[in-house]
């Protein structure tokens, strides 16, 4: 292994890696695929996997949260390159534990992984870069929080600081809810990640996302998506980790991605350099697009999910390359080809979810979508128990299908949803609507 000396590389011309995908879900198997296809890998593991990953690698029982395990399973199996998916072992140091120990792996440091882990500093060092994002403060007494927003009136956004898998943040639009959600944080329903409080000024626009490779100062920009959040269709109801998601996002034209590279996303490497956390990892860019641009909703130190889910069917070069480039510190004479089709993603979830859902659901019909092209079913939360594909979690299958425009794309995907046979499930059929029906 070349870890050691600082750089991950093949021992000889010819040879292929092992590597290690940390996760379980949508965006993990999407990655496990993607990488499945590189003419470097050898082996894939995945820590824990599920069901539909076990078809691309060899599923393992560990936690992401169990860094040790982790660290010892990468030495005894000799892994060459660990990618890590979610944000909570990267929080967790992770990639500190694995690079000390002599393995590559990709994703940012604890310490640079403050951009999601935290996001009073991740407001703190847009501010202090001149990054355009909300007005805000940050609290870390309730009461304090609560005579603010009484003092500012709605509508108003509450963040817990921390993780919160999504759980964190209340778009208030009166005072009452927001009191409401000082009060829940006050309580300790989301625990530590709720330790500090930051209060928001309302953006009002549409939302997009952007993602970026980085390393250090360099920047190698991916592409756009935009992801439906709430449960509900016409975007109502609670939020969940995302029902569905397109990729390119039409409303990210070129000068518009200029700007975000511009303004937002270099800046932000160059201040991470800067103040000593410099950044290795993919970058998701959380924007509003206001009317005096873009302006910085949230960072999240990963691939999105289901974002991931839809870029990387459209990346026509080697991802795996790619991670390693980014890791390896090669990214300046990097290129990426991109198809020109639009890719789109329904995600199926228990019903139920956000809230309360039963799992153990049998699901059905996966080899009537084999039969159609340009249509890929991630799994999310399945287990697959004898030769039955169960349900295990709240967002279970993500149907990807590719066109070449949005709407092509999503007619494919729901033909494909409508030859899933699962009882427990539902999904919402409005994945795409700004842009079909501005078509
Ligand atoms: P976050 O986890 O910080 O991205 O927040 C989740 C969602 O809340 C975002 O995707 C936005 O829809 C919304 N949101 C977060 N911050 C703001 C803000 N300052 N203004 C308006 N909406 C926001
Ligand atoms: N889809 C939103 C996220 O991955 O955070």
Request: net charge negative.
């Amino acid at each position: 292994m070349f870890a050691g000396f600082g750089y991950t590389g093949l021992r000889e011309i010819g040879e292929t890696m092992k590597i290690l995908v940390v996760g379980s879900g949508g965006r993990e198997h999407a990655l496990c695929w993607a990488i499945a296809a590189s003419p470097i890998c050898d082996v894939i593991y995945c820590a824990p996997g599920n069901a539909g990953i076990r078809n691309e690698a060899v599923c393992t029982p560990i936690s992401p949260s169990d860094i040790d395990g982790l660290v010892v399973f990468s030495k005894e199996k000799d892994i060459d390159f660990v990618v890590v998916g979610p944000e909570a072992p990267l929080a967790a140091g992770l990639v500190d534990r694995l690079e000390a120990a002599g393995i590559a792996a990709f994703g940012p440091t604890a310490k640079a992984a403050q951009l999601e882990s935290s996001k009073g500093f991740a407001r703190d060092l847009c501010k202090r870069h001149g990054v355009p994002g909300p007005d805000y403060v940050r609290f870390t007494e309730p009461a304090a929080a609560l005579k603010y927003v009484q003092s500012c009136g709605a509508p108003i956004v509450v963040k817990a600081d921390g993780l919160a898998a999504g759980k964190g943040v209340t778009v208030a639009a009166t005072v009452s809810e927001a009191e409401a959600a000082i009060a829940e944080i006050a309580d300790g329903r989301l625990g530590v990640a709720g330790s500090e409080i930051v209060i928001e000024e309302c953006l009002l626009g549409e939302e997009a996302s952007f993602f970026a490779l980085i390393h250090g100062e360099t920047v190698l920009p991916l592409a756009g998506a935009q992801d439906h959040k709430r449960v509900g269709e016409g975007d109502v109801g609670p939020n969940t980790g995302g029902m569905g998601a397109y990729s390119p996002a039409p409303i990210i034209t070129e000068s518009l991605e200029k700007q975000i590279l511009e303004e937002i996303v270099t800046p932000v490497a160059r201040a991470m350099v800067y103040e000593g956390y410099p950044y290795t990892g993919v970058l998701y860019a959380g924007v509003m697009i206001t009317e005096t641009g873009p302006k910085v909703l949230e960072f999240n130190v990963r691939f999105g999910d289901p974002e991931c889910q839809v870029l990387l069917p459209r990346l026509r070069s080697d991802l795996l390359s790619a991670l390693i480039a980014t890791r390896d510190g090669e990214l300046t004479h990097f290129d990426l080809r991109w198809s020109q089709d639009a890719a789109l993603c329904v995600v199926m979830a228990t019903k139920g979810y956000p809230q309360t859902y039963e799992t153990g659901s049998e699901i059905k019909g996966f080899e009537l979508i084999d039969n159609l092209d340009d249509v890929i079913v991630f799994h999310a939360g399945t287990s697959m128990e004898k030769d039955k594909i169960l349900a295990t979690g709240g967002r279970v299958l993500g149907i990807t299908a590719l066109g070449s425009t949005v709407g092509e794309a999503r007619s494919l995907a729901y033909q494909a949803v409508d030859l899933v046979d699962w009882d427990s499930g539902f999904c919402r059929r409005d994945i795409g609507w700004r842009v079909t029906s501005s078509a």
